[in-house]
C-alpha cells in the first residue's frame, strides 16, 4: 500500500510515518510544508528507506497536490497536517483558519480528483483519513465542580457522538475540518474516515508543549509554568500508541465511522508537572528539588478545564489499546530528551524558540 501522510514531519505525523516503514511493506509519500514544527531529522531513522520519499509542499497548494497524486499515485491520504498550539491560536488566529480550513479543503479537493479517476477496485479501496483532536468537544465536568449528591457518579468521558462545543481558534478550527471531511464523504462520496485524539505527549515533541517544555526547563534550572493552578484535567496517550492506533483505523476502520483515541491517562496538570520533577530527581539529581523550580501564572483565556476520552470503541471494534500507561511513557519519554540533546539543540536554533 502506498500511503500518503501530510504534516509527516510533525509530532504525531514522523511517528506515524516511523510506524509504518519500520512495521510494515507499505511505502510513504511525506508531505510537510516544513513549518517550525516540522523537522526531518525527527525522520532521519527512516530516510534512507526505499519505500520513503518526501515532498516539500504546502496543502493549501492545489498545483502542487495535483502534482504529487499524479506522481506518486497513493492508494490512501492520512492527513495530519495541522496547526496545533493553542496559546498561538489565541496570538494569531490566521495561520489557523488557512492551513487547518482552507488547507484541508484543498486537500479534499485534490483528493477527490484524483480518487475520481481511479479504477473502480481502487476506488473502493482507498482510504481518506482525518486525524484530529478531542478539543473539538469543548470541556467536560471537573471534579472540583461536583456536588456532595452526586460525588459517587462517574464523570463523563468524550464519545464519538458528543456535540462539538470547540473553544479556542485551534479547536474550532479543527471542527470545522472535521466538518469538511465528513461533507466529501456524504455530498461527494469520497470514502473518509475521522479521528479524535486526547494530548499525545513522547520523543520528538517540540518543547512549546507542556511535557517536553517542563523537561528542557527543568534541566536548564529555568521556571517550570502552569496555567493558573494546574488543576486542568487532560488524558494523555503516548504518540506511538497513538501511531498504532491510526495505522490500526486506516487498515481496519469502516468508512464514514469515527473513532476516539485515548490513553486512560487522566491526570491534572500540576500532578504531571511533579511527577516528571520526581523522575528527573532520580535521573539527573541536584542538590535543590527540581518541583521547586515551578512557578504560576496568569491562566489562558478560555481554558478548557477537563479533557477525557472514551475509547472503547477502538477497544471493541479495533481490538487496540494502548501499551504503554502513563508512568512507562512519561519515563520513556524523559529518558530520551535525556539522550537526544542535540534533536533539542537544533529545535531551538532554528526559527523556533521555545516560550515560557
Known sequence: MNIL??????????????????????????????????????????????????????????????RVFKQHKPDVVMHLAAESHVDRSIAAPSDFIQTNIVGTYTLLEATLAYWNTLPVDAKQAFRFQHISTDEVYGDLPHPDEQDEHSSNEALPLFTETTCYAPSSPYSASKAASDHLV??????????????????????????????????????????????????????????????????????????????????????????????ICS??????????????QITFVADRPGHDRRYAIDASKMSKELNWEPQETFETGLRKTIEWYLVNQSWCQHVQDGSYQREG
Request: hydrophobic share 40%.
Open 5 to 66: 501522510v501530510t504534516g509527516g514531519a510533525g509530532f504525531i505525523g514522523s511517528a506515524v510515518v516511523r510506524h509504518i516503514i519500520n512495521n510494515t511493506q507499505d511505502s510513504v509519500i511525506n508531505v510537510d510544508k516544513l513549518t517550525y514544527a516540522g523537522n526531518l531529522e525527527s525522520l532521519a531513522s527512516i530516510a534512507s528507506s526505499d519505500r520513503y520519499v518526501f515532498e516539500q509542499v504546502d496543502i493549501c497548494d492545489r498545483v502542487e497536490l495535483n
Open 182 to 275: 465528513r461533507a466529501w464523504l456524504r455530498t461527494f462520496g469520497l470514502p473518509t474516515l475521522v479521528t479524535n485524539c486526547s494530548n499525545n505527549y513522547g520523543p520528538y515533541h517540540f518543547p512549546e508543549k507542556l511535557i517536553p517544555l517542563v523537561i528542557l526547563n527543568a534541566l536548564e534550572g529555568k521556571l517550570l509554568p502552569i496555567y493558573g493552578r494546574g488543576d486542568q484535567i487532560r488524558d494523555w496517550l503516548f504518540v506511538e500508541d497513538h501511531a498504532r492506533a491510526l495505522y490500526k483505523v486506516l487498515t481496519a476502520g469502516k468508512v464514514g465511522e469515527t473513532y476516539n483515541i485515548g490513553g486512560h491517562n487522566e491526570k491534572r496538570n500540576i500532578d504531571v508537572v511533579k511527577t
Open 279 to 292: 523522575i528527573l530527581d532520580v535521573l539527573v539529581p541536584k542538590e535543590v528539588l527540581y518541583a521547586e
